[in-house]
């Protein structure tokens, strides 16, 4: 399986070691002062998962199974209510580029209440379990600018590809990619340039793009180790073909404004998604059609 193990877990678990052994040697403390507490156990397991060290992934690294086969996820995320309005950004400069002013689009709602620009993926998927139409891929990922708009707003990429970053206005940009994990981007690219970045290494959420020439420029890139994702379209849809079947396997949501999907209705029935997870286990050479709507308070 794809981990991401870094030193910060190494210590934080040795530092828990020595702490339990010096307290055992401790004829003076009380074994009653220093019962499990379960409130401080959720804690601790959150912290792990926040920094990308993830106690949950880890317990799913010795699958009891294999797939029998492979099935396509698909459907449709549509929101509940009125959408709050998108914020008024402030175009400070290059108006006859930028335009004098604008909304921030981040949240895009078609005219059936469609989300779009909500990414779906499957979390944590052992690489002997992917399908080749999921393997790796050396076809640029292709990512533009225009009239000081990002052209995608979320997309994901795998970390084989390259990013070819393109300028298409008539003066430069400034491409500033910081991911957690991975290697950083922070370029100028010139009126009608272009500039690449790759990184061999995936994340775990969504890294944030700016240009610091147009700050309220903003977009979401998410590099992954293979090509289990999908972003809804301008009507909210979205599909993950050849997806191990036979077998239980767990699936996220994400949207820039909530972050993590977790409030939903899926078929009429209310779930919450803790940290955007939800899991499936899909019949081979099935499709399985996903309704979900976010009630519009989720975006405010």
Known sequence: MQTCSTDSTISK??????????????????????????????????????????????????PTANPTGYATLRGQVVIQGTPPANPEINVSRDNDMCGASARDLQLVVSADGGIQNVLIYADEIPEAWCHESAGQTNEDFIFDQKNCVFLTRV???????????????????????????????????????????????????????????????????????????????SEGNFEIPNLPAGVEITLRAWHEIPKYIQKVVVAGEEQRWSRGRFRRTLEVDGVLDLSVAIDADEFD
Not at 51 to 60: P, T
Request: glycine share 8%.
């Open 155 to 233: 997309s994901a990429f795998q970390i084989s590809q390259k990013m070819k970053i393109i300028n298409s206005d008539p003066k430069g940009h400034n491409t500033d990619f910081s991911p957690r994990f991975g290697a950083s981007f922070n370029q100028l690219i010139a009126a009608g340039g272009y500039g690449y970045y790759q990184t061999d290494t995936e994340e775990k959420q969504p890294v944030s793009v700016k240009c610091a020439i147009h700050p309220w420029m903003q977009a979401w890139l998410f590099p992954r180790s293979n090509g289990y994702f999908s972003v809804t379209d």
């Open 13 to 62: 678990i040795v530092g828990a070691a020595i702490l339990a052994f010096l307290l055992g040697c401790d004829s003076r403390v009380s074994i009653d002062d220093y019962r499990p507490n379960s409130q401080t156990a959720s804690n601790f397991r959150n912290l792990l998962e926040e920094s990308g060290d993830g106690v949950a992934e880890a317990e799913n690294d010795s």
